[in-house]
């Protein structure tokens, strides 16, 4: 896909109306490639070495955000030494924090704040790494790709003594599920695996957007299985002149597949049934879809 291309995608499934906290998700990935500029048109820019000393004081952020404590009770929560807490303490009450009522630190509301973007960055960095095969696959095409809802997702990454690995985790994932929509650069599997696409054909409703030349080798590999599918309602083929990477979208699940351009296998397959993962690939593929043609209005499907 294209840079510009890419853009309006992104943009068009943005538009679109969602929950406040996934508004809130895309408002972030709307504006983070350009807040080095909006931090710097302020003149007050945050020392490095105060974001080094915030981080380093995430646990004791974090356990202050489920309820106010008592030094004993920082020392028994996180493990650490009476010197230890009371330095903790000290630290955030110097930075405005916390507040000491009644005996307990309790976080101020600039303290919950800066407290709950701590573990949104640790989150962040954690998913990334988690993601990283998937990221370097969809490298070209990833600015329009939201970790946040990728948090715990399951991520299955080929291996040199099971290359399979990604793969078979999708197939079992559409076996689980009556429907199936999704879209893809390449075949969501191997044409080789016949029983797979009779499971699409026949036991799931199906509906997959492909570029135009792959929804025809499809169509010349399975022709009257396919034909049929179509025309009882089974399958829908659509296609797209430019696809990012793969998208599934299942009963329960929504999945995210990256391929190796060399040989057309695919290297990972990431899966989860968080919800705003699913509002997420909703939009996407919904966006995805308007821009779709029905694959008969590309070929003769009664040939």
């Not at 931090?39 to 380093?56: C, H, S």
């Not at 191997?190 to 957007?209: K, M, R, S």
């Amino acid at each position: 896909m294209t840079s510009d291309q890419d853009e309006q995608s992104t943009d068009d499934w943005r538009t679109q109306p969602g929950s406040p906290v996934f508004e809130a998700i895309l408002e972030n990935a709307r504006n983070r490639r350009h807040l080095g500029q909006r931090l710097n048109a302020t003149g007050d820019r945050v020392d490095t070495d105060l974001l080094g000393d915030i981080v380093r004081h995430g646990p004791v952020l974090e356990a202050l955000l489920t309820e106010p404590l008592d030094r004993g009770e920082i020392e028994d929560r996180l493990d650490v030494s009476r010197a230890t807490s009371h330095r903790f303490t000290r630290w955030l009450d110097e930075q405005g924090f916390v507040e000491k009522i009644d005996g307990r630190f309790q976080l101020t509301g600039r303290g919950e704040v800066v407290a709950e973007e701590v573990l949104r960055f640790e989150a962040n960095v954690q998913t990334a790494h988690s993601l990283t095969p998937l990221l370097d696959a969809i490298c070209e095409d990833h600015r329009e790709f939201v970790v946040e809802p990728f948090v715990d997702a399951t991520v299955t990454v080929a291996e040199p003594d099971d290359p399979y690995r990604p793969i078979e985790r999708f197939i079992s994932l559409v076996r689980e599920s009556e429907t199936f929509r999704g879209f893809n650069t390449t075949h969501m599997a191997p044409l080789v695996l016949g029983g797979f696409h009779q499971q699409l054909f026949d036991a799931t409703d199906t509906e997959v957007i492909y570029l135009p030349h792959i929804a025809e080798t499809l169509f010349d590999t399975y022709p009257e299985r396919a034909r049929e599918a179509i025309e009882s309602g089974h399958l829908a083929l659509l296609t797209r002149d430019e696809l990012p990477y793969g998208l599934a979208l299942f009963d329960e699940r929504v999945g995210i597949g990256g391929y190796d351009e060399a040989t057309g296998l695919m290297q990972v397959f990431v899966d989860t049934d968080a919800p705003i993962a699913r509002e997420w690939a909703e939009r996407v593929y919904t966006s995805t879809k308007d821009d779709s043609k029905p694959l008969d209005e590309r070929i003769d499907l009664s040939r």
